[in-house]
């Protein structure tokens, strides 16, 4: 009987929630907006109680937790959330990450096994990258009468952890990656089968305001490099301290021993 209520207690357990998503470091550096304005476009629902003092402050925030192509603040990602109807991804994420915009990568699975193309999208959160021409869904287009008018092209993504790999630049074979340092500092992504360095793509740089970061135009509101100086140093005194220093005031006063106990 006890072992009966125990297979019944976990039957109906709810299945646990996955935490709320991060958005990644490869797709902040991407969009190039504030990252206030991206966490805010995770949220579905925003509660605050009305301004007065008969109202406790109180704010309800309700974080989606779907992951899809689109990205949260796009136009399609209300759609995406409606098609997945309730479903939450669970993803494991990456100790390191080596998959960025521009590299060449060859399929591991599936139809187009063998065959090598360009990233075009990089999507961390769920561990996808979207292949130039590759891996792609024929998606049938219909008029407001539900008749089919056309086909069109679409790619889908790929797992990076078991779907993909990173292509060795000197013969061009499928490798695995680690990253490591050369003599003057700068992190670089090496083959371990061959010890080559893979270079990263010049479209790693790409953002939505701008292909490469020399041919950005600054526009009125833009910070220039010349203006950005540190106008603060910490130094191991108060703030009295400080402001006695910068006056010229010494203290020559011996303070009393104090004991704690």
């Known amino acids: 009987m006890r072992f009966t209520l125990t297979l019944l207690r976990r039957w109906n357990r709810p299945p646990p929630t996955p935490p709320e998503y991060q958005i990644a470091e490869t ?11 991206m966490e805010d476009t995770k949220k579905l629902v925003y509660y605050r109680t009305p301004r007065g003092i008969n109202y406790r402050p109180k704010k309800l925030n309700l974080f989606q ?59 961390q959160e769920r561990n996808w990258v979207i292949i130039r021409g590759l891996n792609t869904e024929i998606v049938p287009q219909k008029d407001d009468d539900d008749a089919i008018i056309g086909y069109s092209s679409t790619e889908r993504p790929l797992l990076v952890n078991t779907q993909v790999s990173l292509v060795d630049p000197g013969d061009l074979l499928p490798t695995e990656v680690e990253w490591s340092w050369t003599e003057e500092g ?9 010890g080559r360095i893979i270079p990263m793509s010049r479209r790693n740089e790409e953002t939505f305001q701008y292909q490469s970061k020399e041919t950005y135009a600054e526009n009125a509101k833009d910070t220039r490099k010349e203006d ?8 191991l005194m108060t703030f009295e301290m400080e402001i006695a220093q910068e006056l010229g005031i010494e203290d020559d006063r011996i303070p009393k021993k104090t004991y704690w106990y």
């Open 186 to 194: 700068e992190k670089v992504r090496v083959s371990k089968r061959t």
């Open 228 to 235: 950005m100086q540190i106008t603060f140093a910490p130094k």
């Open 27 to 37: 797709t902040k550096k991407y969009a190039n907006l504030p990252e206030k304005y």
């Open 65 to 123: 937790n779907y992951i899809g192509v689109a990205r949260p603040w796009s136009a399609e990602s209300p759609q995406e959330i409606s098609e997945a109807d309730g479903f939450v991804p669970y993803v494991e994420p990456l100790r390191d990450w080596f998959f960025f915009r521009g590299d060449r990568v060859q399929i591991l699975t599936g139809k187009d096994k063998g065959k090598q193309g360009i990233i075009d999208m990089v999507i």
